[in-house]
């Protein structure tokens, strides 16, 4: 990148809000979730990260300011401007070792590089190369399964996990937590020279007896008698959160769906879905009772509930 300033057109004298206020315009119209067809805008996207990430360094943005990093953040070479870079006929520079009016070659050194090494006399090198030495090296990132019960997931319980080092942390899930969610944990990784690396933590949410996810939603199907069907009442319900209490409209069938709100998983966007009831109705067996009165009631003419099927 040559100059993070043109990348989020700002002046070199801007501001720090001015440039925090450009990079957020441009953020927003460049993100990779906006342009998945567009890896142009993914590409500009990454390159106005990196300035918006060098501008706000104050010690960096000065660097740059001086000539001492290009923008990249690498150091510019030494022998690209200043009595190195004008020429001599074509010759370019070329000290004087003998003492001659061209001066000491270590004093032009010690002001390029911060000193010699070394005493007094003629002898004393300089130390350091002419680059920067890389940054310690930082310790590799270490993986870690987690299984989270189903409705830990939904109420976003926290949830322990030990680490390699005999370590517990405890987790705070985020919401729209769902199979494959990943978390990281900086520092919690493999030590290393420089800094130690991270924790990857993948979330496999458990399966649940009786409960099914749909999106953000939850559904149960939940067995009725005969009696609660027809005549309808309030029935206990079990949610994430513990049993509520439902009512069944009367003359409810098998199939007919009810919701309660905000038992289901708690949404990215924010609040929770729902848990969808559907009602599933359980007869006894060898009731001779019900039996009985079945034949008689199905003597009466009720119509065909299979007709809107062409059956």
């Known amino acids: 990148m040559a100059d993070p300033y043109a990348a989020l057109g700002v002046s070199r ?3 720090a809000d001015e440039i925090k206020k450009a990079y957020r315009t441009l953020a927003k119209q460049l993100h990779p979730d906006r342009n998945k067809d567009n890896p142009a805008a993914t590409e500009r996207f990454g390159k106005v990260t990196q300035a918006y990430d060098l501008l706000t360094d104050k010690d960096k943005r000065a660097r740059f300011d001086r000539g001492e990093i290009d ?3 690498n150091p510019t070479s030494p022998f690209g401007a200043g009595p190195f870079g004008q020429g001599n006929g074509g010759g370019g520079f070329r000290p004087d070792f ?4 061209d001066g000491d070659i270590g004093d032009i050194f010690e002001g390029l590089f911060g000193g010699r090494t070394g005493g007094g006399g003629g002898g004393g090198g300089f130390s350091g190369g002419f680059g920067r030495r890389p940054p310690p090296a930082k310790g590799a990132n270490a993986a870690y399964r987690l299984a989270v019960p189903f409705a830990d997931a939904a109420t976003l319980a926290p949830q322990r996990i030990t680490l390699g080092d005999g370590k517990t942390i405890d987790l705070k899930l985020p919401a729209g937590v769902e199979n494959g969610t990943q978390m990281r944990l900086a520092g919690k990784g493999q030590p290393g020279a420089g800094s130690a690396g991270d924790a990857i933590v993948t979330i496999e949410v458990q399966p649940h007896r009786f409960f099914t996810r749909d999106g953000d939603d939850i559904r149960l199907d ?3 008698s005969l009696a609660e ?9 079990p949610t994430p959160d513990g049993a509520v209490m439902l009512t069944v409209p009367k003359g409810s069938t098998s199939g007919k769906t009810l919701r309660i709100k905000g038992r289901g998983f708690h949404k990215k966007t924010g609040g ?3 848990e969808l009831v559907t009602l599933m109705i359980d007869l006894p067996a060898d009731d001779a009772a019900l039996a009985a009165f079945v034949e008689e ?3 009466r003419d009720k119509g065909d509930p299979r007709a809107r099927l062409g059956v």
Not at 98 to 101: D, H, N, R, T
Not at 229 to 237: E, F, K, M, W, Y
């Open 98 to 101: 003998g003492g001659g009016s």
């Open 71 to 73: 923008g990249d953040g």
């Open 222 to 224: 939940l067995p009725v």
């Open 13 to 15: 004298g801007a501001s």
């Open 229 to 237: 069907a027809v005549l309808g009442g309030p029935v206990r319900v």
């Open 297 to 299: 009631w199905e003597g």
């Open 272 to 274: 929770r879905g729902d």
